[in-house]
């Protein structure tokens, strides 16, 4: 059953991914102008040669059929900004530094977000309930673009602790600000939501059987409660990527990461075709196996569920 | 105790909406796990602060099958409610406030100190500290200080704050037809219908979708005016979050259309449309306005970042989050110009949230329990 | 009456509020009894009347805010079970206490085994090794009267029935061989038929082990049968207390009048109506504390019902009634022309399951 589960899904996942490739191709062509004409007009000769060069002459199809074989063969070919660069080599030289940066920032939102919405939820209605909430909302309004600079100021600027915008690999203390930054909103999010699946949880009525079965509130937590609480936060884990990855686009922009954001938006200013497509393939593919694992976790996760 | 003056309207198909629903995630029979509605991308329905609920075991009293009629006392019920809420109550004064001020601000800063948010000062073009003057002397000209071109940055903000606001409620407003339409769509006709365009909206979740509204913005806004890149602002914005509304409102419309007073209404021979406006479409705005109050926050918050990476609004409009972009570039020497419009727009936010909690509270006290 | 050797659990003027919006809700007030050791007890009254609540107090599970054990004392072998130290209570909950709840498709822990759940309780209080407590688990299904117990016991709860999943909370409940088992409506959620294997279960598993069992229900039928004396429940008091045959023959209160003859009789005829209480039950949050909470609704209620609140009047050694006019419905009863209850066998098990809710 989990095996079709999977091979569908995966099924489901390769045409959506050529949608949103073509989509994003359309929208590039469908603008007028072009990449090497954004600023002055070239004479027609030269115009023509490079046209040619680019398979820009022959009819939309032929383009956009040369365009997906490329893509599905994994080859998406040269940058047309960084030329001596293909895509592949400049995806393996941002990846790390995006993946880092994302990885280390939700691992710190899991592990403070669950334990702060965990003491909550016991504690409901306490001060450190409000609090700890009051905390959370300010994390989901305070936009990142404002608290980055507001840490840079506070941290690097006054304080000198720690550097502000550069990249010494990982881990480095420089990477410290911008998993702070990054994080800040997940942490309040899976604060949020572990609240409230723990207090649904904890109002429930196994909880009781557990609590009448003698065993201590700490037991009754650790063993009976978070699993159960814990799920929303698990559902949450698929659709943070998608988030986490444009988040990182800023946070790379305020600390001046070379990460994939960077490139991305850079590639949008610069009209790189090659280097736009390849980026939005490989994260669409990230997204959508990376929601399909957390569907089969949840499955793991929750025995009730069935494929 | 609550649940015995309220109707109860969500029913199952309501309650596997909730991101914290987590007690009974639904089985689909399409064969994915349901999972609960992408919550983080609005930003929005996460936000819950349940009330104790005494509901334990036989503390609960009769009248447990209340009507689900929502008269106009539910709606007076539910405004004295949220009056309760201090928060939401600070909220919607907040934002009142901020409303009131960035639609007649930028106007009375004209008429007293005659600065506007584009005039720049001939000659000078030094970024002054809050309250300071030329000379370094205190002086109530500049209360939020000056850019880097000598415009006055409290006239910017107001202005920003008109562009980011009306970005939110616009695409909210754009989120909320497409939402509402595809929603009732699907829960009203069911079967087959219902089931491609939930099939639609699930594909959608799965989707980078601000990559594309990046590479939307960067080409086709491009080359057009400053005007028409706000516009396609909403549009697009507009576009990619009315997804959990849709799954909202058909779960609002099934649970409402298997109603007793619904299957009532349509056994004694009302007529369809009728049936929608006078009994469906009432009874599931509570979900919905509060949804929509929670959207325009996290739309605000997708304007300020696409306009933060200087793809959003340009000059020579600004929102506050272009106001940020600028400010950033000069955050050691001039910390003003970011803090100011990011603090304006973090408590815009922080309100509009608080609000949103409190109108899902006082509208919705079912979903307090979660 | 069996065995008469001691009282194992003595309830004393326990009082258990809840704070709410809409004020105090009392849900149990001021309640008086006592079980005997060996001995079943029913619990009897509508929803609301605070039977849950009484019972949840005695090992302390209120939902503690918005729900207080405001006065009282809970004398368990003579202990004060109120006063203990909570590690102490724990030792007594699931060990000398257990509990069986209403609805079993959710009081067992969705995401665990069964045998884990099961395991849990022998590894605490009996300090069972995992192979013991594994081997005990087998034995408790089996017990319980669940077929393949060795192959099911490493099942999800929702691979079992409700009914299934009930026998899996006795096994549960009994693992431990508790002094006094408590029973808050256990086969109100279930089919009719299973109602009666489940009941006849427990009725089996006390005479084998020798527990105490407090039952309760809203439905009259269930009692019948199963228990040596009933309590009838209202509004938060205790209305009635009185031997189980005693009861059903010779009532002293109008308010279980009521309740057994709105029990619906098989041989009653077709077209004749069923017998309503008329009203709802109060409101505990707004009742006025000086008048009988049942006057509202009562058939014999009188100007003194709404201005004084009623006493406890002792109909015989064992029988008790809250009612101004106890004695003279009492004696009304015995002429037995409207014991509208008396097609209900208090020996036998319920003709009626009453279908829950």
């Known amino acids: 059953m989990k095996f079709r589960f999977i091979l569908r899904r995966l099924l489901v996942t390769v045409p959506m991914v050529l949608v949103v490739i073509t989509l994003t191709w359309a929208l590039i062509r469908l603008a007028p102008g072009n990449f090497y004409a954004s600023e002055r007009k070239l004479p027609p000769a030269i115009e023509k040669n490079i046209r040619a060069k680019y398979g820009l002459d022959r009819p939309w199809y032929v383009q956009y059929g040369h365009v997906m074989r490329n893509i599905l063969s994994l080859d998406f070919g040269n940058s047309l900004k960084y030329e001596n660069e293909t895509v592949n080599d400049i995806l393996r030289r941002t990846l790390p530094v995006s993946a880092a940066v994302g990885t280390c920032a939700y691992l710190l939102a899991l592990l403070v977000g669950t334990v702060l919405g965990t003491v909550a939820a016991l504690k409901q209605n306490s001060k450190l309930d409000y609090g700890a909430m009051g905390v959370s909302m300010l994390g989901i309004s305070v936009p990142n673009f404002v608290l980055g600079p507001i840490l840079v100021l506070v941290f690097s600027l006054s304080l000198y602790w720690l550097p502000p915008a550069r990249w010494d690999g990982f881990p480095s203390w420089s990477m410290v600000l911008p998993v702070l930054t990054l994080s800040a909103i997940y942490m309040a999010y899976i604060a949020r939501l572990t609240r409230a699946g723990m207090l649904e949880v904890l109002r429930s009525d196994y909880i009781r059987t557990a609590r009448a079965k003698g065993l201590t509130e700490r037991q009754v937590v650790l063993r009976h409660a978070l699993r159960g609480g814990l799920l929303p936060v698990v559902s949450f884990t698929g659709p943070a990527l998608a988030l986490l990855i444009t988040g990182t686009v800023v946070v790379e922009r305020i600390y001046a990461l070379p990460g994939l954001g960077t490139y991305f938006i850079n590639a949008n200013l610069n009209r790189d075709e090659p280097l736009i497509l390849g980026i939005v393939a490989f994260t669409s593919v990230l997204v959508l196996v990376f929601n399909l694992l957390v569907d089969i976790a949840y499955g793991f996760i929750d025995p009730r569920i069935r494929y | 105790m609550s649940d015995e003056r309220t109707p109860q309207v969500p029913t199952e198909e309501g309650r596997s909406q909730e991101p914290w629903g987590a007690g009974s995630p639904a089985l689909t029979p399409r064969g994915t796990p349901q999972r609960p509605p992408v919550a983080a991308r609005s930003g929005a329905e996460i936000h819950a602060f349940p009330e104790t609920a005494v509901g334990e075991g036989d503390v609960r009293t009769a009248g447990e099958s209340a009507a689900p009629a929502r008269g106009t006392s539910l709606w007076r019920d539910a405004w004295k409610r949220l009056l309760k809420n201090r928060l939401a109550v600070f909220g919607m004064f907040v934002v009142g406030f901020i409303a009131v001020a960035v639609i007649i601000g930028p106007a009375i800063i004209k008429a007293l100190t005659g600065f506007t948010y584009d005039y720049i000062p001939a000659g000078n ?113 507009g576009a990619v979050s009315w997804l959990t509304m849709a799954r909202i409102v058909r779960g609002q419309v099934i649970s409402l259309k298997n109603q007793e007073y619904v299957l009532a209404a349509r056994a004694t021979g009302v007529s369809t449309p009728k049936i929608i406006f006078r009994h469906i479409v009432p009874n599931a705005l509570g979900p919905v306005i509060v949804y929509a109050t929670l959207t325009i926050p996290s739309v605000m918050l997708q304007e300020a970042f696409l306009s933060f990476l200087g793809l959003g609004v340009q000059a020579p409009y600004a929102s506050w989050g272009s106001l940020a972009q600028e400010g950033i570039q000069n955050i050691a020497v001039f910390p003003w110009q970011l803090i100011f419009p990011g603090v304006t727009m973090a408590l815009t936010l922080f309100s509009l949230n608080f609000l949103g909690d409190g109108l899902r509270d006082a509208l919705d006290p079912q979903m307090r329990k979660f | 009456m069996s065995s008469q050797n001691g009282t194992l659990l003595s309830i004393k003027d326990l009082r258990t509020y809840f704070e709410t919006e809409d004020g105090t809700v009392r849900a149990v007030d001021g309640i008086s009894f006592d079980l005997k050791r060996g001995e079943t007890l029913g619990i009897v009254g509508e929803s609301g009347s605070g039977k849950s ?135 109100t959620a279930l089919d009719v038929t299973i109602q009666a294997q489940i009941l006849e279960l427990i009725k089996n598993l006390k005479r084998e082990t020798g527990t105490s069992v407090i039952l309760i229900t809203h439905d009259l039928g269930v009692v019948a049968g199963m228990t040596d004396d009933i309590i009838v429940m209202y509004a938060g008091k205790v209305f009635e207390q009185a031997p189980t045959r005693e009861l059903f023959e010779r009532p002293g209160n109008p308010y279980t009048k009521g309740l057994l003859k709105s029990v619906p009789d098989p041989a009653h005829e077709e077209g004749t109506e069923l017998y309503q209480i008329p009203g709802l ?30 006493p406890f009047v002792q109909l015989n050694e064992e029988h008790f009634s809250l009612c101004h006019f106890a004695e003279e419905v009492y004696d009304e009863s015995r002429g037995g022309a409207q014991t509208a209850g008396s097609h209900i066998d208090p020996n036998g098990l319920p003709l009626q399951g009453g279908g829950g809710r």
């Open chain 2, 125 to 237: 073009t030094v970024s002054y500290p809050p309250f300071t003057a030329p000379d370094g002397s205190f002086s109530w000209t500049h209360p939020m200080g000056t850019d880097a071109a000598g415009r006055d940055m409290l006239a910017r903000v107001l202005q920003g704050g008109r562009i980011s606001l009306m970005v939110g409620v616009i695409s909210t407003f754009v989120s909320l037809i497409i939402g509402v339409t595809w929603g009732a769509t699907a829960g009203y006709l069911g079967g087959k219908i219902d089931d491609l365009l939930m099939r639609i909206v699930d594909v959608l979740y799965a989707i980078p979708y601000m990559m594309i509204v990046i590479v939307l913005l960067a080409f086709l806004g491009r080359n057009l005016s400053p005007l028409g890149q706000i516009f396609l602002l909403f549009a697009a914005l």
């Open chain 3, 53 to 187: 609540v009484t019972n949840l107090s005695v090992i302390r599970l209120i939902p503690s805010p918005p729900g207080k054990i405001v006065s009282g004392e809970v004398l368990f072998h003579g202990q004060d079970i109120l006063s203990l130290p909570d590690d102490e209570v724990r030792k007594i909950r699931g060990k000398r206490i257990s509990m069986i709840f209403q609805d079993p498709m959710t009081s067992l822990n969705p995401f665990m085994r069964i045998s884990r759940q099961l395991m849990e309780i022998t590894q605490l209080h009996l300090g069972h090794t995992r192979e013991q407590a594994y081997e005990h688990a087998v034995k408790m299904l089996e017990t319980v009267g669940i077929p393949d117990a060795r192959s099911r016991v490493d099942a999800y709860p929702h691979e079992f029935s409700g009914g299934m999943r009930q026998r899996v909370m006795i096994a549960m409940a009994l693992s431990c061989e508790p002094e006094l088992l408590i029973a808050d409506e256990p086969t």
């Open chain 3, 281 to 310: 039950p109060p409101d505990v949050a707004h009742l006025p504390p000086e008048q009988c909470p049942f006057a509202e609704r009562c058939y014999r209620a009188e100007e003194i019902c709404k201005k004084e609140f009623p």
